[in-house]
């Protein structure tokens, strides 16, 4: 993939951000920052990038709208998340086992839930790259970055 087929700019709709918790901030932080760094995203419809991307939850849908760094709308894609559910409350569930058990856990503990919360991330991650390779063609480090911020848009009040 060509280095200009990359998300140069990504913004996360926030009308319904609710107040996260420290550690999903990070989380979001860090997935935004390490997007920006280094990943690769080229649209099959063959536009040139790098791209602003701007994801947000929609009826039910994850919402990529992709544009030019000029604001210049390219494409939306619309992605059923019915899909994701499972994996995306498993996934919770599993970051707030491994948040305690950072405070009051054994290393071995936190290693094995630690391990159990990335193979969910690689699940979610991979059902989001094959969900979206009719559209858009992404490596597997840009996927889990995105799986990442899918999560953090599902979190509700």
């Not at 995203?41 to 992709?66: C, K, Q, S, T, W």
């Amino acid at each position: 993939m060509p280095k200009q087929q990359r998300i140069a700019q990504i913004t996360l709709d926030e009308k319904s951000v609710v107040r996260r918790s420290a550690e999903i901030e990070h989380e979001r932080s860090t997935a935004i920052a390490d997007l920006l760094h280094d990943n690769r995203f080229a649209p099959v419809a063959g536009f040139d990038g790098p791209f602003h991307v701007h994801l947000g939850l929609e009826d039910n849908r994850l919402a990529l709208d992709i544009r030019t760094l000029k604001q210049k709308s390219l494409e939306r894609v619309l992605l059923p998340l019915a899909p994701f559910r499972g994996i995306v409350k498993d996934y919770f569930l599993i970051c707030e086992s491994y948040y305690n058990a950072v405070k009051r856990s054994s290393p071995a503990q936190i290693e094995a839930i630690d391990m159990g919360r990335r193979g969910l991330h690689d699940e979610g991650s991979e059902l989001l790259r094959e969900r979206l390779a009719e559209k858009v063609a992404l490596d597997a480090d840009t996927a889990r970055r995105l799986f990442t911020l899918l999560c953090v848009l599902h979190i509700r009040a």
